[in-house]
């Protein structure tokens, strides 16, 4: 089954993927009391907290004399804490005060002509000490006034969206005047495995700021169909997704999937709407070239190669009778050169028919597409592809471009 090419904003990157299958997936997205939803699609998901799954041995305070595992007659049962939960408070304690909670406000004229204000909520990460904060890109759109409060209570007024990614759903946003912000500890996506223990922390429904919630990494490489509710036309298409079974509820976009070492490897952005325990984060390496640019010169680029290809599956391969069973097919199906003329790609020499197999010595399939490697780098980085050719295999060395829509 051949999939259909995604939208034309994204033509200029790794255009086509092929999920298994579509369904209704709904961003954790929350407006004050007209929740909007944000759908997105690949397995139905829905909101559904479904522990990590690790038996950890009972620990008693180290001043009892009773045995492991042993509750004395009147004790105080809460006193007593698992290896898990040692290690589940100990990821909140580190992260929390790195996550922050976003207000936005929006003028809207309703039907009979007057004004009414909208008012949103979700959580951010502080990526700088001076106020940098990474969220959804879905947040804070078509937002008048955007507001933010610290873990510890102290507002924010003066806030500005710095920018937003033209291909993912990510926004940075700065708090004018702040200084000696926690800073989140920013782990590699790319090592994920599934089963691992992950942790997501955001702001539930809207209202319960740093809300907790444990879980395991369901699978990675996801691709889902995200649109701000059942009823609209428009739809935005995310790729490499990581999908994790940790409670991910309306007003949670934006805040961080978390290994147990407090590590920042995901942006929660979506549930499915139909299922429980299914939730999708963006993996953080997706966005660690946007973050050096903005860190850099206050501005959101993206690096772009500039190939249409289509991501490797044995179906794939089967289909066009290729060697491999992963890596991208550069490859346009109908929709426009395989390689847009003048790209970095053009440039470097990448032909129709190539096979991108590796991004700088990272295999291209399990540890993420070639937009999702890409998207490490920031634009006039140097890169090498490997590329199979022919049966043959070269090394290219590619400069990155800044993506313009």
């Known amino acids: 089954m051949k999939e259909e090419a995604t939208k034309k904003t994204e033509q200029a990157e790794i255009i086509k993927s092929k999920p298994l299958n579509e369904a209704r ?23 559904l907290s479904f522990g990590a799954g690790i038996t950890g041995a009972w620990v008693i305070n180290q001043t009892s004399s009773q045995p492991t595992g042993v509750v004395r007659s009147g004790a105080d049962g809460n006193a007593i804490v698992t290896a898990e939960e040692q290690g589940i408070a100990g990821v909140a304690s580190k992260v929390s005060p790195s996550v922050v909670s976003i207000v936005t406000q929006s003028e809207r004229q309703s039907y009979y002509g007057s004004s009414q204000t909208q008012q949103g909520a979700g959580p951010g990460i502080i990526v700088s000490a001076d106020g940098y904060v990474l969220t959804n890109k879905h947040v804070v759109d078509g937002s008048d006034t955007v507001s933010i409060v610290t873990s510890d209570g102290t507002p924010y007024e003066n806030v500005r969206v710095v920018g937003t990614d033209p291909l993912n759903d990510v926004a940075f946003l700065k708090i004018n005047g702040a200084t000696n912000l ?13 089963g691992q223990s992950v942790v997501a922390i955001g702001n539930a429904l809207g209202q319960y700021q740093n809300t907790v919630t444990s879980g395991i990494v369901s699978g990675t490489g996801r691709s889902v169909t995200a649109s701000t509710s059942e009823s609209d036309n428009r739809s935005e298409t995310l790729t490499d997704l990581v999908q994790t079974d940790a409670a991910i509820n309306p007003g949670n976009s934006g805040g961080p999937l978390v290994n147990l070492a407090g590590q920042v490897i995901g942006i929660n952005t979506a549930i499915a709407s139909e299922a429980n325990g299914v939730g999708f984060s963006i993996p953080i390496n997706a966005v660690k070239g946007l973050l050096k640019g903005v860190l850099a010169n206050g501005k959101v680029t993206r690096a772009y190669v500039g190939v249409n290809y289509i991501t490797i599956t044995p179906d794939v391969a089967q289909e066009f009778k290729l060697s491999v069973k992963k890596g991208a097919y550069v ?9 847009v003329s003048g790209s970095p790609a ?52 590619i400069t990155l471009a800044a993506y313009t829509q």
């Open 25 to 47: 997936l709904t961003p954790p997205y929350n407006r004050g009391r007209r929740r909007g939803k944000y759908i997105v699609a690949t397995l139905l998901i829905v909101f």
């Open 182 to 194: 926690k800073v989140a500890d920013l782990g590699d996506s790319s090592s994920l495995r599934i």
């Open 331 to 339: 490859h346009s199906s109908g929709n426009g050169s395989p390689v």
């Open 346 to 397: 053009d440039k470097a020499g990448i032909k129709d028919g190539d096979i991108i197999t590796k991004v700088n010595d990272i295999e291209v399939g399990d540890k993420g597409s070639v937009a999702s490697l890409i998207a490490e780098y920031a634009p006039n980085d140097t890169v090498k592809l490997t590329v199979l050719r022919d049966g043959k295999t070269e090394t290219l060395d």
